[in-house]
């Protein structure tokens, strides 16, 4: 990949990855209920499940996930499904009294918050159809292919890592106002609202959508 093509496709993951979506409320709800280090088991995940999903566009199974509504509308109600799911277990998060031992994070177990990230990107066909708009546009045809796509899926991966890990930690930030079972209740059901808003934005996805 030329070095201009590559500067312009840092800027494109850039965009993708700052704007709003279910993996940065993810990483946000992560960071805020169990701190940066462990949260980037949760960004880990997010990262296997997008390169699982560029691994499709290489190949060519993406543009038939795309254009099959069976298969499309399948990945778009499981995800759909899940971040209800998400956003039920924010609502029914326990709050702690931080008052005494604050910023401690609470514990949980690595590969449930890998799998966690895993399933929120991996889920998300909105995810693979944007991928299937803007990836092809950095590929040079004549080119070898193999290199193209291991440079694109480390810039993207990089990129991604920085700014969910920025998300995680802005969140894990607010941990110091939090000194009440009150208070953790309310952001909680805020983050909550934000994953059962991201569920409905996600079921009005239709194919063809690129945003």
């Not at 543009?63 to 029914?92: D, E, H």
């Not at 045809?141 to 796509?149: D, F, H």
């Not at 934000?194 to 959508?209: D, N, W, Y």
């Amino acid at each position: 990949m030329e070095w201009e093509l590559w500067l312009a496709f840092v800027g494109a993951s850039l965009a993708i990855s700052l704007s709003p979506g279910a993996g940065a409320i993810q990483s946000m709800a992560t960071g805020l209920r169990h701190g940066v280090r462990r949260g980037y088991w949760s960004i880990a995940g997010l990262q296997i499940g997008l390169m699982l999903q560029l691994a499709l566009v290489a190949v060519g199974l993406g543009a038939i996930v795309a254009k099959s509504v069976l298969m499309f509308t399948v990945i778009k109600w499981v995800g759909v499904a899940y971040l209800v799911y998400l956003a039920v277990r924010q609502w029914r998060a326990v709050p702690q009294d931080l008052s005494e031992d604050l910023g401690t994070p609470v514990d949980s177990g690595r590969l449930a918050l890998l799998m966690r990230g895993f399933l929120v990107n991996m889920t998300n066909p909105k995810g693979l159809v944007f991928l299937l708009a803007v990836v092809p546009q950095f590929v040079v045809l004549t080119a070898p292919l193999v290199p193209q796509y291991l440079a694109i899926g480390a810039t993207m991966t990089i990129v991604d890592l920085v700014v969910m890990g920025l998300y995680a930690g802005l969140a894990s930030h607010l941990l110091r106002w939090l000194r009440t079972p009150r208070q953790q209740t309310t952001l909680n059901r805020t983050f909550s609202g934000l994953f059962a808003t991201a569920a409905v934005a996600l079921s009005l996805v239709r194919r063809g959508a690129t945003v």
